[in-house]
Structure formats: C-alpha cells, structure tokens
C-alpha cells in the first residue's frame, strides 16, 4: 500500500515563484488535511477537506490555496512564495470510520524559499 | 479556540529511567492523540485515547488521559535509545471535521 504520497521531496524556490505540492491517497479516504511544520512550533494546520469538492480554510491559510477534485488528490498552491513560507508541509489523511480513525501522514516536502 | 500545551519541550534521560511528558489543552474533546517522529521523518501514530480515564499501553510506552482535568500523560518506562524522538500529543476540535491542534512537540533524547 501506498498510503499518503507527497511529491516533491524537497524543492527551493524563489520570492515570488509559484508552485503546487502534491498530496495523493490511495486509501479512499474522505478527509484529508495540510500541515505546516516550523521548527519547535509543532504541526499548524493550513487546510482541510470532507470530501471531493469542498474544502475550508485551517489556522494558516493565508498565502496559500488548495482544491479537491477527486477523492485521492489535494494540491496545495503556493502563490507569490515569501520567505515565512519555509517549512516542512505534510499531507494527511483519514477515513474516519470510528472514534479509532487516525490521521495517516505523508513523508513531508521540504520547501525553502530564497 | 483550541490550545495544546506539552511540557517539557526538551527531555535528555538516561537509559534505565522513568520520565512522564504532559499534554494540557484548553478546551473540551473526546479524542486526543499521541504522534512519534523521528528526525526528518513522518509522523506516526502512537495512541488514541478516547474517554476519562482511558489508559493505552504498548512497550515503555504508557498514556493516560483525564478529560475533567484536560489533561493526557505519556509516561516512559526504563528508556531505551531507541524512544529518542519527538512526541506530539494532539487534540480532537470535536464536530465533524476531525480537525488536530497539535502541541509544539517534546525532543527525547535518551542517552546510554
């Protein structure tokens, strides 16, 4: 299995440059959710999704976008990238079948902004 | 809104000993989580801890959950070097969203 797949890994952009982080599930899971991690700062959340087509906004949305057109994929868009916006973004995900679900994460993309 | 406090955000214990890392949160909820991760790695999931009182084992590892005090414990029992890592308790907002505050995270490191 799968799981939670992030892509890229890592990437270095510049002020101002644009980009998407992947996010996929093969999990069929109907929640799925966009972390930021600073150092020492824990995870905050940035968005969230119930289900293709309908997303909200999280803790730290600003400067930030994302979509959810099917169940398995969503992207999150970085526009006008700035500096504040270095950190490690996880993806994750849940079924949320029973109080037991859990939130299953990807392995991070690392993203610094020069 | 939600606030999840740990405590202490830096732990260094000796093989052998016994120490308990703190997670107070704010408001009510009837989840909460326990996260481990390793450097530069993901998160995994350690314990959900469901209702008042609930308790949840697996190794050295123990957590604890007191809701009318909002408060979970994990506790280590005669740590090993394989435990250093960074734990995360999380908490359920409640609703259906399942959205996590996460607290800022506790760095054990176990020393030989």
């Known amino acids: 299995n799968a799981g939670v797949t992030q892509t890229p890994k890592f990437r270095i952009l510049k002020i101002g440059q644009s980009m998407t982080l992947q996010c996929a599930q093969d999990m069929n899971h109907n929640y799925m959710y966009w972390y930021r991690q600073d150092p020492g700062m824990g995870l905050k959340l940035i968005y969230y999704?119930?289900?293709?087509?309908?997303?909200d906004k999280g803790e730290v949305p600003n400067g930030y976008n994302v979509s959810r057109s099917t169940t398995e994929d969503f992207p999150l868009r970085l526009e006008l990238a700035a500096p504040s916006q270095t950190s490690v973004y996880f993806c994750a995900s849940t079924p949320f079948r029973g109080p037991q679900s859990i939130q299953y994460f990807g392995a991070g993309t690392r993203l610094s902004v020069l | 809104e939600l606030k999840v406090e740990q405590n202490p955000l830096f732990l260094s214990m000796q093989e052998g000993k016994n120490y308990t890392i703190y997670c107070n949160y704010s408001?009510?909820?009837?989840?909460l989580y326990w996260y481990r991760q390793d450097p530069g790695k993901s998160l995994e999931s350690l314990f959900v801890?469901?209702?008042?009182?609930a308790v949840k084992q697996e190794g050295r590892l123990m957590a604890s959950l007191d809701t009318k005090a909002r408060l979970s414990t994990l506790h280590i029992t005669a740590a090993v070097h394989d435990l250093s890592a960074t734990y995360f308790c999380a908490v359920d907002h409640g609703g259906s969203n399942y959205k996590l505050t996460f607290g800022k995270g506790t760095l054990l490191t176990v020393n030989p």
């Open positions: 999704s119930v289900g293709a087509g309908i997303t």
């Open positions: 408001t009510t909820s009837d989840r």
């Open positions: 801890l469901l209702s008042n009182g």
